[in-house]
């Protein structure tokens, strides 16, 4: 049974499915990527869909029944590593998917270097040689989630004859801002645990920097970090440190032993002019994979954009399979499924588990509204006054402290959608400090849910204008400046743009601190943080001249304001009582 969406034409299920593995393809320098190909038992030709990436590519076309990611092994492997589509759903529908490896990894040759150059030019010339196969029509896309999706946008910038579309999903284009590095502060739990042999079908790797520096500079370098406090607290990266040529952690170390953008960084996608992409894209971003709305105001190409709801897609990845099938009928097969008639923006809203559907992003009529910290610590519209005393937490191994504002129940339901950006005024003892910043949605004592963060290490405060936006300050990264103790300074943070409803009577709250909150959900898994050794003591201003505020991107209610009494006058309000 095929749905009817739109105008009601897709792809019909009508093919038997044939599949050809192992079959090896040789790149422009000699080394051969092994790809599997499940292509219709039908005579004709076929729009090929490409899906490559370091994961076993065996696993991806088994029968799995789908469960929640990482609940699971399948052949040893984490089930986290099912994010290429499901070759049945495509092939039965007259699609031919590829499934490939990366060099260096499964029964690929050559050796893995974390999203190379090579690899984007393998990918290349392996979209090339498919659209050449008798088999194809000459249209290929690319399709799938987390690394099979992260170097389509670098591909996708080299423009191969023969790539019409590409679905990015959950994608992490910036390595180092949007993933690794974000805010200047290593990612290192999910780190370690992604760039690993447990993930990872790597056979043969070399370390960037090792090739770059020479071994005597690149073990100094490594004896360095062997002597860093904070590193030390560290045990998966010390470990990574004294094996520096065990299989699993060139490539690891390249990322950790890289804390500035640099060459390193920039080829893996850190300054894309996304406004001179041609290739149409589907771009699916989730919470912690935030990238692709940050770049959608600049790219000019046909587009489409999603924000998951705050769940991992199940494994194996089925989700969104009618709407990328609408998406790579209409491109690749010139079917009008009147998927480029529909709006060109959706967001899961948690909190009301509703959609918003738009014509772009940010979200057109939306209102920037600051809400002040103040030194009784709450979160308000109302503006801070000149004498307004400011509030202080120490950060130190055994003894992470925070500050939490919020504001008073709120009279309005109120919608936000977008990006965050909390501004903060603050000093320290020290000459460097982490900030670690949450929104949150506060309904009672014991039910609270954070609904996004952000992260900033203060020497890297120096923003780019050429790259920043209005709502979204973008830090360089590349010259880090060191703190004069108890001198304030103006820090700029962004959380990850999100989609929630606030219930009226709820509470609105951002949390401040130096280090990660206890995890709560498997996001927050991701967001284990490379914390200071060194104690620290952190003072956030709140006067006039030294303000401190979080801008939402208000998109429903809030008309009138948060009402710092929360509007009850009711004669059981034991507050207004006393005043009568």
């Not at 772009?360 to 503006?383: A, C, K, M, Q, Y």
Request: aromatic residues 12%; contains cysteine; hydrophobic residues 40%.
């Amino acid at each position: 049974m095929d749905p009817k969406i739109g105008t009601g034409k897709i792809s019909k299920r009508e093919h038997t499915v044939a599949a050809n593995r192992n079959i090896s393809v040789k790149m422009s320098d000699g080394v051969t990527i092994d790809i599997d190909i499940f292509q219709p038992e039908s005579k004709g030709k076929f729009p090929a869909l490409l899906s490559i990436s370091t994961f076993n590519k065996e696993i991806q076309s088994q029968h799995i029944w789908p469960a929640p990611t990482r609940s699971r092994r399948i052949r040893g492997m984490p089930d986290a590593v099912l994010e290429a589509p499901i070759a049945d759903f495509w092939v039965r529908r007259g699609y031919v998917l590829i499934y490939g490896s990366v060099r260096g990894t499964g029964k690929s040759g050559g050796v893995f270097q974390y999203l190379s150059k090579r690899e984007i030019q393998d990918t290349y010339e392996i979209i090339e040689w498919a659209a050449k196969q008798p088999w194809c029509n000459g249209n290929v896309g690319m399709i799938g989630q987390g690394y099979y999706a992260a170097h389509q946008s670098l591909v996708a910038q080299m423009e191969p004859p023969h790539l019409k579309a590409i679905a990015p999903i959950g994608t992490f284009w910036d390595n180092y801002r949007h993933f690794w590095w974000g805010g200047g502060v290593l990612q290192k739990g999910f780190l370690r645990w992604l760039v690993s042999l447990v993930n990872f079908d790597i056979h043969t790797e070399k370390s960037v920097l090792l090739e770059k520096l020479g071994k005597a500079k690149y073990e100094k370098l490594i004896a360095d970090a062997l002597a860093d406090k904070d590193i030390q607290a560290a045990p998966e990266i010390m470990d990574a440190l004294r094996n520096p040529y065990k299989l699993g952690n060139a490539n690891y170390l390249d990322i950790v032993l890289q804390p500035l953008i640099n060459d390193y960084w920039l080829e893996r996608g850190a300054t894309i002019d996304f406004s001179k992409f041609k290739v149409p894209a589907y771009l699916g971003g989730a919470a912690h994979r935030p990238s692709v709305f940050y770049y959608w105001p600049d790219m000019k190409m046909p587009k489409k954009i999603l924000l998951f709801p705050p769940a991992y897609t199940d494994r194996p990845f089925y989700q969104l399979s009618w709407e990328l099938l609408r998406w790579f009928d209409y491109w690749l097969k010139n079917i009008d499924t009147g998927i480029m008639d529909e709006p060109a923006v959706k967001m899961f809203v948690s909190g009301s588990n509703d959609w918003i559907l738009a014509d772009d992003f940010p979200i057109p009529g939306t209102r920037w509204i600051p809400f002040n910290l103040h030194d009784n610590h709450s979160l308000l519209e109302f503006e801070p006054w000149d004498e307004a005393e400011a509030s202080s937490y120490d950060d130190a191994p055994g003894n992470r402290g925070k500050l939490e504002y919020s504001s008073a129940p709120l009279v309005e339901n109120t919608e936000i959608a977008g990006p965050i950006t909390v501004s903060l005024s603050a000093s320290c003892r020290g000459t460097d400090m982490n900030f670690f910043v949450g929104l949150w949605d506060i309904e009672s004592a014991d039910k609270q849910v954070c609904i996004t963060r952000g992260n900033l290490k203060a020497s890297h405060r120096e923003v780019d204008p050429d790259l920043s936006k209005d709502w979204l300050p973008v830090h360089k990264h590349t010259n880090p400046q060191p703190l004069i103790p108890g001198q304030v300074y103006q820090f700029s943070i962004v959380m990850n743009p999100v989609a929630h409803f606030f219930k009226a009577g709820h509470r609105i709250a951002l949390k401040i601190a130096s280090s990660d909150d206890m995890p709560e959900s498997l996001y927050d898994v991701g967001h284990e943080h490379l914390c200071s050794q060194t104690p620290n003591t952190i003072t956030i201003y709140h006067d006039a001249e030294h303000p401190s505020y979080m801008v939402l991107p208000i998109t429903k209610g809030n008309w009138v304001g948060t009402f710092s009494s929360g509007g009850d006058i009711s004669l059981k309000n034991k507050e207004f009582m006393k005043l009568q």
